[in-house]
């Protein structure tokens, strides 16, 4: 089984909660996407001082072949896109004027920006299958070390928004909108602006701006 990674090992999620959540996914017969090695993908790319950006998801995409790792991302030769980072690239058009070729999201991890999901598993054709698998804790404590010094947080949906009170200190950036999927994608998701915001921010305070749209 994969490994915690080496830049979180320390939070307390990885003695006390792992163990039993790794038996669980261990004894579940059913395929459990991502695959092993990609578990903590998204941890791996971004340790805490390498963070600047942070955007939560819910749960790995329960589609086989597509989750890897990083909240929304997906492998480069994914046709079509799912749904919601359909949607993410429409927004970031009208907002930058530019969108990635593909949907493979880990040019911005290495640039700073953390994708996580809630979950960090899910079992194929299940969505939110393990939503209640205990991954929930592992968010709150990444959220409570990265409250460390100001850094920008996208939350979208009333799940990630959720999770904003675990956010603490400040001078954080906290964007707050509907979630980018089909379903509510149009109720204010659409016209917010988050990767404009992010990089006005960033600027603002002397750091460089994300590269959202060319790896």
Same mark, same amino acid.
Request: some cysteine.
């Given at each position: 089984?994969?490994?915690?990674?080496?830049?979180?090992?320390?939070?307390?999620?990885?003695? /006390?909660?792992?163990?039993?959540?790794?038996?669980?996914?261990?004894?579940?017969?059913?395929? %459990?996407?991502?695959?092993?090695?990609? /578990?903590?993908a998204a941890l791996?790319?971004?340790?805490? @001082?390498?963070?600047?950006? &942070? %955007?939560?998801?819910?749960?790995?995409?329960?589609?086989?072949?597509?989750?890897?790792?990083?909240?929304? =991302?997906?492998?480069?030769?994914?046709?079509?896109?799912?749904?919601?980072?359909?949607? %993410?690239?429409?927004?970031?058009?009208?907002?930058?004027? @530019? #969108?990635?070729?593909?949907?493979?999201?880990?040019?911005?991890?290495?640039?700073? &920006?953390?994708?996580?999901?809630?979950?960090?598993? &899910?079992?194929?054709?299940?969505?939110?299958?393990? #939503?209640?698998?205990? !991954?929930?804790?592992?968010?709150?404590?990444?959220?409570?070390?990265?409250?460390?010094r100001p850094r920008?947080? &996208?939350?979208?949906?009333?799940? @990630?928004?959720?999770?904003?009170?675990? %956010?603490?200190?400040?001078?954080?950036?906290?964007?707050?909108?509907?979630?980018?999927?089909?379903?509510?994608?149009?109720?204010?998701?659409?016209? =917010?602006?988050?990767?404009?915001?992010?990089?006005?921010?960033?600027?603002?305070?002397?750091?460089?701006?994300?590269? !959202?749209?060319?790896?």
């Amino acid at each position: 089984m994969t490994q915690p990674p080496g830049a979180w090992g320390h939070l307390a999620f990885f003695n /006390r909660d792992w163990p039993a959540i790794r038996a669980a996914i261990a004894a579940d017969s059913r395929q %459990i996407l991502p695959p092993d090695a990609q /578990r903590f993908a998204a941890l791996d790319a971004c340790s805490p @001082a390498q963070t600047r950006v &942070v %955007i939560l998801g819910q749960d790995p995409y329960p589609t086989p072949g597509h989750a890897h790792g990083l909240a929304f =991302s997906v492998d480069p030769d994914v046709r079509p896109l799912p749904r919601s980072l359909t949607n %993410i690239f429409k927004e970031m058009q009208d907002d930058l004027g @530019a #969108a990635p070729a593909n949907g493979d999201l880990r040019f911005w991890a290495q640039q700073g &920006v953390l994708l996580l999901n809630t979950a960090l598993t &899910v079992p194929a054709g299940a969505a939110g299958g393990h #939503a209640k698998l205990g !991954w929930s804790r592992l968010t709150q404590e990444v959220l409570e070390q990265l409250s460390d010094r100001p850094r920008a947080f &996208v939350l979208w949906g009333n799940h @990630a928004q959720g999770y904003a009170s675990h %956010i603490t200190g400040p001078g954080h950036l906290i964007l707050r909108s509907a979630h980018p999927s089909p379903l509510s994608a149009r109720r204010g998701f659409f016209g =917010s602006r988050p990767f404009s915001q992010v990089n006005e921010w960033l600027k603002a305070g002397g750091d460089s701006p994300i590269n !959202w749209t060319t790896p």
